[in-house]
């Protein structure tokens, strides 16, 4: 880093957070073409995988997204039969997303894709949880709004 020109691409960690999301998006991508996903609805599989039925609220709360952005994927995995959308019965605002036989199926197929991931990632499991935990951390300690 060039501590004496802070305005350059290469000086930018919103740049560098970017680039490797993007990269990593580029490298999911082949592999979830394979089983039919883009990025964003592995990830909405990913969350139901480890708890279904969440309400649409919980599942965006836990991807980092506004309810609003996740409707045409859920639409989109509702139509390919992955999941199913269903009205909570003691509160019909509340929508609830369960999967289907074929949305649970499908976890066997994506478990090789992340082993696969892993493997071509080139660094060992100690450095990758590390560096999950430190973006962890950092993503944490960011700020909902900035005043300046």
Not at 27 to 41: A, V
Not at 48 to 62: H, N, R, V
Not at 109 to 119: D, F, G, R, S, Y
Not at 125 to 138: G, P, R, V, Y
Request: charged share 25%; hydrophobic share 35%; proline share 3%.
């Amino acid at each position: 880093m060039k501590n004496d020109k802070p305005m350059l691409l290469e000086n930018q960690l919103c740049f560098a957070v970017y680039s490797t999301s993007l990269a990593m998006t580029q490298l999911y991508k082949p592999l979830l073409d394979s089983i039919g996903l883009t990025y964003t609805q592995y990830l909405v599989m990913l969350v139901l995988w480890e708890q279904d039925g969440l309400s649409l609220k919980t599942l965006a709360s836990k991807l980092g997204q506004q309810s609003g952005a996740l409707t045409p994927v859920i639409k989109r995995l509702e139509t390919d039969d992955l999941l199913k959308r269903i009205r909570e019965p003691l509160d019909e605002r509340t929508l609830c997303m369960q999967l289907t036989e074929k949305g649970h199926q499908l976890q066997r197929k994506a478990e090789q894709i992340h082993q696969c991931i892993l493997e071509q990632c080139g660094i060992d499991m100690s450095e990758l949880s590390a560096l999950k935990q430190q973006l962890d951390q950092f993503r944490l300690k960011l700020p909902t709004h900035i005043e300046c």
